[in-house]
């Protein structure tokens, strides 16, 4: 067990619709890090957040946002959902999201869109 | 930007046997290669890693090594027991400069250890 929790743990929604995923970092942890992982495109690096700012983005679409809240828990929110969106979204952490830190990755959230 | 390619995409030892998995990435400047050991149905749990001023680290049966020159790193498991099988990925970081970017995956590898 890594530390990082992730909620829920299966998702299954309709094309078109809006999902929010959400994650807690480990106890003392402040940067959050979200990955989609697909058959297709493997382990995905999405967008990165630090004590409640972003940090780094990556091949984030524009109909997702994340946010960090001052709790440091995340949420990931997926809008407009395709059925090409349907993948397993972990969220990971680290102490202070720099450069070399280790992240720690959570069970991830299986999403569904029929 | 960072792109990390991974051989073989699946692998099958015997038990007992060592297992080595191949990296290459293409950004001079990435300085940080940790490896993840993924089970069905679980996240991506940290095995071991080396940062870009070290050649090589051990932790019991399992090693790293790096060649920044030719851009390689590798992952050696000796002694390798049913519990090894899963996929394993590479990964790459770089210090962008406000911060760490994410870390780029390779594609994998299904090590499959045959008893």
């Known amino acids: 067990d890594s530390g990082v929790t992730q909620t829920p743990k299966h998702l299954i929604t309709a094309t078109g619709q809006r999902v929010t995923l959400r994650c807690s970092p480990r106890s003392g942890d402040l940067s959050v890090y979200w990955y989609q992982q697909s058959l297709d495109q493997g382990l995905q690096f999405l967008i990165q957040y630090y004590n409640g700012e972003e940090r780094a983005k990556g091949n984030i679409l524009e109909r997702f946002s994340a946010q960090q809240f001052p709790d440091l828990h995340s949420e990931l929110n997926l809008s407009s959902l395709e059925l090409g969106d349907s993948a397993l979204y972990f969220c990971a952490s680290s102490v202070e999201g720099l450069a070399g830190e280790q992240q720690y990755f959570g069970p991830g959230t299986r999403l569904t869109v029929t | 930007g960072e792109n990390v390619e991974q051989h073989p995409s699946t692998l099958s030892v015997q038990e007992g046997d060592s297992a080595v998995i191949k990296c290459t990435y293409s950004?001079?400047?990435?300085?940080?290669f940790p490896w993840y050991k993924q089970e069905l149905g679980k996240g991506p749990q940290l095995i071991i890693d080396?940062?870009?001023?070290?050649g090589e680290k051990k932790d019991q049966r399992i090693a790293v090594t790096l060649n920044k020159t030719a851009k390689h790193f590798s992952l050696h498991i000796t002694e390798t027991q049913p519990e090894d099988s899963a996929v394993y990925f590479c990964?790459?970081?770089?210090?962008?400069?406000?911060?760490?970017?994410?870390?780029?995956f390779g594609k994998g590898t299904h090590l499959i250890i045959q008893p």
């Open positions: 990964a790459a970081s770089i210090n962008s400069g406000g911060g760490a970017d994410g870390l780029t």
């Open positions: 950004d001079s400047a990435s300085n940080y």
């Open positions: 080396i940062r870009s001023n070290v």
